[in-house]
């Protein structure tokens, strides 16, 4: 048995009755994101989500997230079986809440973008456990490549080949943050940099998997960050893994969060004491994911994997 690190956050927005963040970047504005609306169904599937289109086995296109925080790459169990996927044994697949314990499927080959991988292996998990979506493709396949994020217009993610900083996509000119990889092995290829919200210093995970930011209770403390109460009066959030275990989150608003010579204030994410805090070995000092909220301040956002970089467009 095998174990594969896994975290997601549920597609719940927040919808807070707190302001916008605002963000400065020297003489430069980064835009006030907008305040999402409460709820989320299979018919926003695509709201907040950065979606690639997929191909397994030959078949599809299917609609895979994208997921830069996770370990391992998901397929929803009917997919899995109209695919007729054969089964490769059980794993421990650790997801922002807990240790669950999941099937596998092997593929034969899986394609999008600059990904082509034979033989992938798969954890099998719910449907509804993803909003709808027919996977997740992680880290343990992406690995070697780079995700460049467009969030001005149609939101948008590429996957492409590892490229030397200044090619391409971003000139040497863009304000540039070095990635730190996770100090323990088992983390594999999660990236790390750092962040310092209100007076503290904090770890932050850069997570495309994730609409919503999510805090430790470290972070909160040392933040002061106050709990605030969503628009329909609800002073907590549900999130959920892939396989539909759900838990309940609370909404704060960070007074401030600057990384990269960039500052964003007042700023509305969950909070809670998620197993996955403890596995990282940060659930006793602030540690944030940074999920699609934050990135999508930004024009745009590329994350080297290979080299263990990001590029932040203002």
């Not at 240790?99 to 593929?107: F, G, L």
């Not at 539909?244 to 600057?258: F, Q, S, W």
Request: no cysteine.
């Amino acid at each position: 048995m095998t174990d594969w690190t896994r975290r997601v956050l549920s597609g719940a927005a927040l919808g807070l009755v707190a302001a916008g963040a605002a963000s400065r970047a020297a003489a430069q504005a980064v835009p006030t994101p907008p305040v999402p609306e409460p709820g989320f169904g299979a018919d926003r599937l695509n709201r907040g989500r950065l979606t690639v289109p997929v191909r397994i086995d030959g078949r599809g296109p299917f609609t895979f997230a994208v997921d830069s925080a996770a370990n391992a790459s998901v397929i929803a169990s009917d997919l899995a079986g109209a695919l007729s996927l054969p089964p490769d044994g059980e794993i421990a697949m650790h997801t922002l809440i807990a240790r669950e314990i999941v099937d596998t499927v092997r593929a034969r080959r899986l394609q999008t973008g600059a990904l082509d991988v034979s033989g992938p292996r798969l954890a099998v998990a719910s449907r509804a456990g993803m909003d709808g979506l027919d996977g997740l493709i992680g880290t343990d396949l992406l690995g070697h490549l780079r995700l460049d994020l467009a969030f001005r217009g149609r939101r948008r993610i590429r996957v492409s080949r590892s490229r030397r900083t200044g090619d391409g996509f971003f000139e040497a000119r863009r304000a540039t943050t070095r990635l730190v990889r996770a100090v323990e092995q088992r983390f594999g290829d999660l990236l790390m940099i750092e962040i310092q919200v209100g007076g503290a210093t904090a770890s932050a995970i850069l997570d495309t998997g994730a609409q919503v930011s999510i805090a430790n209770l470290a972070l909160t403390r040392a933040s002061g960050a106050p709990r605030i109460t969503l628009r329909d009066g609800r002073t907590s959030e549900r999130v959920q893994s892939p396989t539909g275990r759900a838990a309940e989150a609370t909404p704060v608003m960070i007074p401030n969060l600057r990384f990269g010579g960039i500052t964003v204030g007042r700023l509305p994410i969950l909070t809670g004491d998620f197993h996955t805090f403890e596995l990282w070995g940060v659930s006793d000092r602030p540690a944030l994911l940074m999920g699609v909220d934050i990135l999508g301040l930004f024009e745009r956002v590329a994350i080297d994997l290979k080299r263990g970089e990001v590029v932040f467009e203002v």
